[in-house]
């Protein structure tokens, strides 16, 4: 499989390992039959309005990383006058995800598969109404932080792509990941944090649907935090 575009220092920073356990008989007619469907090409120009990579939608949201896609086929279920773009570098991911398009016949999402880099420089500027970026590998080894998501230059290339108020969610139950995003946050000049009480922060966001992550952080005693960040 070739490396998907985009330079060294975002390969390292937002891609994770590409393939976990094999593809069982349906996933792999899926990745032939369905993927093709709705795969992005980002060979081809960007659509000046990525609405209408769907049909009839009002607004289109990006999820960055939706691992077992339990939220991203929660949310499109919920929200069929939304337009869904997944995105995810692990085989087994994408798997997870056609099969759930495919039992729902859901047409509202749309698929990337590879490294987040090259997909948010292909978007184009203020379409996004969202972007949910939900327990990113937090990295935790010192010398690997430059490899967390969220980083200055990050955020910058998210906010290209936010309308002015749009939000960027994200959710982690790793304490000091989430002190590190915020800092930078906090310093960002395109984003600010909305919360105004400690439970806007500590509670899911009211449309939050869960994913096995949390799931397996509350079994393990860490607790999430739901963060709102506003494009200014």
């Given amino acids: 499989m070739s490396k998907p575009p985009g330079n060294e220092q975002t390969q390292r920073a937002f891609f994770g390992r590409r393939q976990g356990h094999p593809l069982r008989p349906r996933q792999a007619a899926l990745f032939a039959t369905l993927l093709p469907k709705l795969a992005l090409d980002l060979a081809k120009p960007a659509p000046a309005d990525l609405r209408s990579l769907f049909a009839g939608v009002d607004e289109v949201r990006l999820e960055i990383g939706f691992g077992g896609a339990e939220h991203l086929i929660a949310q499109a279920r919920a929200n069929p006058r939304s337009g869904f773009i997944g995105s995810d570098g692990y085989v087994n991911a994408i798997a997870k995800a056609l099969i759930a398009i495919d039992d729902d016949k859901l047409a509202n999402i749309r698929l990337y598969h590879g490294d987040a880099s090259a997909l948010i420089d292909w978007l184009p500027a203020a379409q996004l109404a969202r972007i949910d970026l939900l327990y990113p590998d937090p990295w935790p080894k010192r010398r690997h932080w430059k490899r967390r998501f969220v980083q200055d230059d990050s955020l910058k290339r998210l906010a290209r792509i936010l309308k002015s108020g749009g939000d960027l969610r994200f959710a982690t139950d790793i304490p000091g990941y989430a002190a590190w995003a915020l800092a930078r946050v906090l310093r960002s000049p ?36 739901y963060f709102i960040f506003r494009k200014v």
Avoid: I, L, M, N
């Fill in 190 to 225: 395109d984003f600010v944090w909305t919360a105004e009480a400690a439970d806007d922060w500590r509670k899911p966001w009211a449309d939050f649907a869960g994913t096995r992550y949390e799931a397996k952080a509350k079994r393990e005693s860490r607790t999430p935090a």
